[in-house]
């Protein structure tokens, strides 16, 4: 089969073609023939040397992206929740092989089944990003109907989706983007449109009970303000001294500071999967990439401008 991979750490030159054995099933195992996957920033920062302690288990060549749907193959003897021929979209675990590549092999605990709302490429980009969304808003920020929510980077993968998320959970959502993801942002569902190229965003109303940042170009004192006595600033990735600010926090105020990394696990996916199926999640679309041109698509992801998912299909049309 043909994969992409990276030999050691590097740029997108480091990656390339490798012909490959088709995987075999372990006994908890699915194969999966990939239609689809798509490209997370967590792909090309573990593979560039900039998490390197994350991708450290998973040793080279390595083979990046995480998200994947398709159909299965083949089962091992101890699953029972799926047969071949159905179709299945998840994410496999961040220090295992990812899925740019014709098959994969993975626990079936990390997939489930596709909703039919939902074709193999708009399930593909759902996973990673989905999850952490998830994760952010309900786990780490608490969020309940009726509480306002705001969200930083709002057109991007994982914001378009925590944009869906917080309405799928009952809250008022406002949403940060530039000027030419306003329209895109509304038709998200946002209650409010901040547009940060026309000035401070910290001029917002303040009172959100969750901020969920997926930008992180900005310090936490930033937004600070915007929070509400408790509320919950999540971020997705930890900054040097925000350990520290977040551990000290709770010494002098009720608003807290936490952090967010997916946990990959079907309850979640299926729960995605039903706010697909009844019409309150739905995946923009960036662009669509042939698996051959896997590093095109990676440095479309490294623009930081791609509006929604970047998309890798194993198949044209």
């Known amino acids: 089969m043909q994969t992409m991979q990276f030999k050691p750490y590097g740029g997108l030159a480091q990656l390339g073609p490798v012909a490959t054995p088709i995987p075999t099933p372990g006994s908890r195992q699915i194969l999966v023939e990939v ?16 998490l390197r302690w994350v991708v450290g288990l998973a040793g080279f060549p390595a ?48 997939a489930a089944p596709v909703p039919a709302a939902l074709d193999d490429r708009a ?74 190229t026309q000035g401070e965003p910290a001029a917002s109303k303040p009172g959100f009970d969750v901020i969920l940042d997926t930008v992180m ?22 900054k040097p001294g925000s350990w520290l600010q977040a551990r000290t926090l709770p010494l002098y105020s009720r608003q807290r500071l936490r952090f967010t990394a997916v946990q990959p696990n079907r309850a979640d996916l299926v729960y995605l999967a039903g706010l697909a199926q009844q019409g309150q999640l ?19 992801s490294r623009t930081g401008r791609a509006r929604g998912k970047v998309i890798v299909a194993m198949k044209a049309g």
């Open 35 to 50: 239609a689809a996957s798509s490209v997370n920033p967590i792909d090309w920062k573990l593979r560039g040397g900039v």
């Open 63 to 110: 083979t990046p992206c995480f998200d994947f749907a398709g159909a299965v193959k083949a089962i091992g003897a101890e699953v029972v929740d799926f047969k071949p021929g159905d179709r299945v979209f998840g994410m496999s675990p961040l220090k295992t092989q990812g899925a740019a590549a014709e098959y994969l092999a993975l626990d079936a605990a990390y």
């Open 123 to 196: 399930a593909a980009g759902l996973p990673l990003a989905g999850m952490t969304a998830l994760q952010a808003l309900r786990d780490q920020g608490g969020l309940q109907a009726g509480q306002r929510a705001l969200i930083i980077g709002a057109a991007g993968g994982v914001g378009h989706y925590a944009m869906q998320i917080a309405k799928a959970l009952g809250a008022e959502v406002t949403g940060v983007c530039s000027t030419r993801n306003i329209e895109l942002v509304r038709s998200l569902g946002a209650d409010e449109v901040v547009d940060y």
């Open 217 to 238: 170009n900005r310090p936490f004192g930033t937004w600070r303000p915007l929070l509400a006595e408790a509320g919950v600033y999540v971020s997705l990735l930890a």
């Open 282 to 300: 739905r995946t923009v679309i960036d662009s669509v990439y042939p698996l051959a041109e896997l590093a095109a698509a990676l440095g479309q």
